[in-house]
């Protein structure tokens, strides 16, 4: 069973930067497909940006495409979503999700580990 760690978020006021980090304990990052996904007060879940288990392929919803940005650190282990120009609307709690599959098709159907979300404020 492998734990994600998340961290990153905060309040920031719209048009600003975040950094969300997340970081399999005890396991290389290479070995997971990852994503973010994203739920506001009152709304269901959302996907917002994946990539494959290779780096190779990435996705991103279309409210965030040139937004947000998937980055990786080996020496740190540890995938980022990187925001920018940032909306109120980008508002809500962030999930970091895993899966061990190997599919270049992302973003998978079901993800088998997720951390504990972050909080993401954006004041306008």
């Known amino acids: 069973q492998v734990q994600l760690v998340e961290s990153g978020g905060g309040l920031v006021q719209a048009g600003g930067s975040l950094r969300l980090s997340c970081a399999p304990s005890?396991?290389?990052?290479?070995?997971?497909?990852m994503a973010w996904f994203r739920q506001a007060p009152g709304k269901e879940r959302e996907f917002v940006a994946a990539?494959?288990?290779?780096?190779?392929?990435?996705n991103y919803a279309d409210s965030v495409k040139g937004r947000f940005t998937i980055l990786s650190e080996n020496a740190k282990n540890t995938r980022y979503l990187q925001m920018t120009s940032l909306k109120p609307e980008d508002t809500a709690v962030y999930y970091c999700?895993?899966?061990?599959?190997?599919?270049?098709?992302?973003?998978?159907?079901?993800?088998?580990?997720w951390g504990q979300g972050t909080q993401v404020t954006v004041s306008s």
């Open positions: 990539i494959s288990r290779s780096g190779l392929s990435g």
């Open positions: 005890g396991r290389t990052f290479t070995t997971y497909a």
């Open positions: 999700a895993a899966s061990n599959s190997l599919s270049s098709t992302v973003p998978l159907p079901t993800y088998d580990y």
